[in-house]
């Protein structure tokens, strides 16, 4: 069907160009290109095979096509008459040079072929018994395009002696020049994985691929949209393309063309591949997806690293700032307080080193998390802990039981401490730990406004470069703390413990209360009002758990541990149930402030219409998201300029785990949300906007500014 509809679009455009000379400016007989039968010598034994070549000469701005145009036009052919003397199988093959893409309508159509000249080797092979001369007589017949396309035809002639070989040095010379165009089979390994909704091609050769190359997929065949953008990603072993399968194309068990190879101060090259069909090869998918030509990705090199790691260090420390960790780190700041009264500086130092042996612990268990999560699917995102409903459901209720300590309804080290096996005697340090801990669990998707590119291209790294660049996050985030805690005199700063500690300390549970009721709002939108419910009555058992437990008793602390048990086990089991999520039957909730749900066919529809494209990737989870809803995307002044300006307002909801979601995420460069893309009206590809927005960038974007 997909070949039908282009053989019909080529043929319409021949159509078009039949009735329009006028159009074309052309005087009656006039050609855009100039044909003609050239030969490697100038005389040729018997026996022997030779090669001709089909030479054009293009007028500037004409094109004509390699072996497949790709979305409309014609490959030229050369057609012998019935009557030639030449045996059967004489003449060989058309050997077609390496071709150049050919963008038609950008984003749109998308042809491959040549430009200015262009010879066409073709083996001819002497027959064992010819003498004389042996002619060759023929019709080039080509379709010729620039903003028109013209049908062409070309008599040509070649009259080759037959005797002692003699080379034509000029002619020779040129179908050298263009045989060596002419691509040659590939030496290494080619693997093509037709399993998401992007195909990757991996291609592995010993020594890898020219460092800053940028490489091209022509496809002999139309089973990928020729004009979609092919992003690259390298690896020690070589190299990985993004294809985008077409609709209307067949997948079989293998995927064959060539691939052309540019590199910084080389003529481009080109090699024949046959990829058969399976997981992508070893080592040719270790870093970010780059567009062709980008040079190499951040990280794959010693300085690159070391940028991205000085990059996470800086996220770590803004991530002191941010709302999601404010309230977290209120329980530090007590307890500093609360060390330093006690006059030992060791007590302050052992604080700062649990704190920041917390944060570094749950930063290397999310990076190993992370790398085991690609392992088995390919591709891991920021927040991802965020998707998984029990997760929440638990973290709300550390989030109220927090607020329950900090309101004094219990103290660490008496009444909890107490239902537990030795962890009084250790109280501050293991406090000062599980700080840390919580600090980083509910502080990691927060980082997106400040690292989401970088850490886009540090999370298809080798394992060991995604460990340093979280270590270095969480080293980032701890250090505030580790210098209060070690700088002689410093912790003297902090203020002398009293009463203004019981109240502020009461005045901090209340952010906790609000961060329990934000993850109660996540967790409802991932697992449904029921499992809201079920949180609630865990919440419940929490504070009866303390009230019981404070009377004392080895009774009363059994039906602690036990209120306990149930407080976080029952809601995080229910929580779990795929018949508690109002989602479950796959519907995607759609903002009242935008017009529909992203998908890449709903932005090829709009745009089709003419208009300008707005995709906020979001999530309830990712605060900064919200933050940017609240302060630009949900304001009457952004709506009134979108409306205006007939903006097509899309949402892409990753509240949920989405494959779809996480592979544009991935073919982007960005290891989470927020991500916002602004697709002007008629672009192909959309310009990838910053995390944090402001109402003057969005609107003057709508505008056109």
Request: hydrophobic share 50%; glycine share 12%; net charge negative.
């Amino acid at each position: 069907m997909n070949q039908m509809f282009r053989a019909l679009m080529a043929a319409l455009m021949a159509t078009f160009a039949l009735a329009g000379p006028a159009i074309a400016q052309l005087t009656p007989g006039e050609r855009r290109a100039e044909v003609e039968l050239i030969s490697e010598r100038a005389s040729a034994a018997p026996g022997e095979t030779v090669f001709v070549g089909l030479k054009f000469t293009l007028d500037p701005g004409w094109h004509i096509y390699w072996r497949n145009a790709g979305d409309a036009g014609l490959p030229p052919q050369l057609i012998l008459p019935d009557t030639t003397p030449l045996p059967e199988g004489a003449l060989g093959e058309f050997r077609w040079p390496l071709p150049h893409e050919i963008p038609v309508v950008e984003g749109e159509i998308m042809d491959y072929g040549y430009d200015d000249v262009v010879v066409f080797p073709i083996p001819l092979t002497v027959p064992a018994d010819a003498s004389g001369d042996i002619r060759i007589e023929g019709v080039a017949d080509y379709l010729i395009c620039e903003s028109v396309c013209i049908p062409e035809t070309g008599d040509v002639s070649l009259v080759l002696p037959v005797g002692a070989p003699q080379e034509d040095v000029a002619s020779g010379s040129l179908i050298a020049e263009w045989i060596a165009k002419v691509p040659t089979p590939f030496a290494g390994e080619a693997r093509i994985d037709m399993s998401g909704a992007q195909w990757l091609l991996s291609l592995a050769a010993e020594g890898g691929f020219p460092e800053g190359a940028s490489v091209r997929f022509f496809p002999f065949g139309h089973e990928i949209k020729h004009p979609a953008p092919q992003l690259q990603r390298f690896g020690p072993e070589g190299i990985s393309l993004s294809l985008t399968p077409d609709k209307f194309g067949t997948a079989g068990e293998t995927l064959e063309g060539v691939i052309r190879i540019e590199a910084p101060g080389a003529a481009p090259v080109g090699y024949e591949i046959r990829a058969e069909a399976g997981e992508a090869l070893a080592g040719t998918t270790d870093q970010a997806f780059v567009a062709a030509g980008s040079p190499a990705p951040a990280g794959s090199t010693l300085t690159g690293l070391l940028g991205l790691i000085g990059l996470a260090f800086i996220g770590g420390l803004i991530l002191n700032l941010m709302p999601c960790v404010l309230p977290v780190l209120s329980m530090k700041a007590i307890g500093m307080v609360q060390a330093a009264a006690t006059g030992h500086a060791g007590e302050v130092k052992s604080h700062g080193i649990w704190y920041t042996l917390g944060v570094l612990v749950s930063f290397l268990a999310l990076a190993f998390v992370i790398l085991a999560v690609r392992q088995a699917t390919g591709f891991a995102t920021l927040g991802f802990q965020l998707q998984h409903a029990p997760t929440v459901a638990v973290l709300a209720l550390i989030m109220f039981g927090v607020g329950l300590w900090l309101m004094g309804f219990f103290e660490l080290g008496t009444s909890i401490q107490n239902t537990g096996s030795g962890l009084a005697s250790r109280g501050g340090s293991m406090g000062a730990f599980f700080t840390g801990v919580l600090a980083a669990v509910v502080g990691a998707p927060c980082v997106g406004p400040f690292l989401g590119a970088a850490l886009g291209a540090v999370m298809s790294q080798p394992a060991s470069a995604v460990i340093a660049v979280f270590l270095a996050m969480g080293f980032g985030m701890a250090l505030p703390f580790l210098v209060l805690s070690f700088v002689p005199g410093l912790h003297k700063l902090l203020p002398k413990p009293g009463k203004w500690m019981d109240t502020l300390k009461q005045a901090f549970a209340f952010p906790m209360f609000l961060t329990a009721a934000w993850l109660l709002s996540v967790l409802a939108d991932l697992a449904g009002a029921g499992a809201v419910g079920w949180a609630l009555v865990g919440a419940t058992a929490l504070a009866f758990a303390v009230w019981i437990a404070r009377s004392g008793g080895a009774v009363r602390r059994g039906v602690a541990l036990v209120a306990l048990a149930i407080g976080f086990g029952l809601p995080a089991v229910q929580a779990n149930v795929p018949a508690a999520s109002e989602f479950a039957n796959g519907d995607t909730k759609v903002p009242a402030y935008a017009e529909a749900a992203w998908s890449p066919e709903a932005v090829a529809e709009y745009l089709a219409d003419g208009r300008p494209v707005f995709v906020d990737f979001t999530a309830s989870w990712c605060a900064s998201c919200q933050v940017n809803k609240l302060t630009t995307l949900n304001t009457k002044r952004v709506k009134t300029a979108f409306a205006d300006a007939d903006v097509a307002f899309l949402v892409a909801d990753f509240t949920h785990k989405d494959p779809e979601i996480a592979d544009e995420l991935r073919r982007r460069g960005r290891a989470g949300v927020p991500m916002y893309l602004w697709y002007p009206a008629g672009a192909s590809e959309p310009q990838i906007l910053p995390e944090l927005l402001t109402q003057e960038l969005v609107i003057g974007l709508a505008e056109g500014r």
